[in-house]
């Protein structure tokens, strides 16, 4: 199984960009998907999630800003960035529970988010 992030880059603040995140390879079904993001010394930190289901989640630091969605189809997932600050800026990584012959996790190889004016 393979996760291949695209759509980062750099906007000013207030900005919006769109993320997205499709796996390829062996896959059965896909159960939650994240987003997670590292910022250059912190630790990587829980964005958002969604269920198989569509149920969401938020870090409070990006509550009512972000929105994560999902195409079962594709076998895709989205976060929707709008009003973006400078701390923001980070490495943003995808993670997608998928079953095949068991249930594992697997990441996106990240992409650069940068908030800048």
């Known amino acids: 199984v393979q996760l291949v992030e695209s759509g980062g880059g750099s906007v000013q603040p207030g900005g919006s960009l769109r993320l997205s995140c499709a796996a390829s390879?062996?896959?059965?079904?896909?159960?939650?998907m994240a987003w997670y993001r590292q910022a250059p010394g912190n630790q990587r930190e829980l964005v958002a999630t969604?269920?198989?289901?569509?149920?969401?989640t938020y870090a409070d630091s990006v509550k009512d800003r972000f929105s994560i969605s999902r195409d079962n189809a594709k076998n895709t997932v989205y976060l929707q960035m709008n009003s973006l600050k400078p701390e923001d800026t980070a490495v943003y990584y995808c993670k997608m529970s998928i079953i095949f012959l068991g249930n594992h996790d697997y990441w996106g190889q990240g992409t650069q988010v940068t908030v800048s004016s």
């Open positions: 969604i269920t198989s289901s569509g149920t969401t």
């Open positions: 390879g062996s896959i059965l079904r896909t159960n939650t």
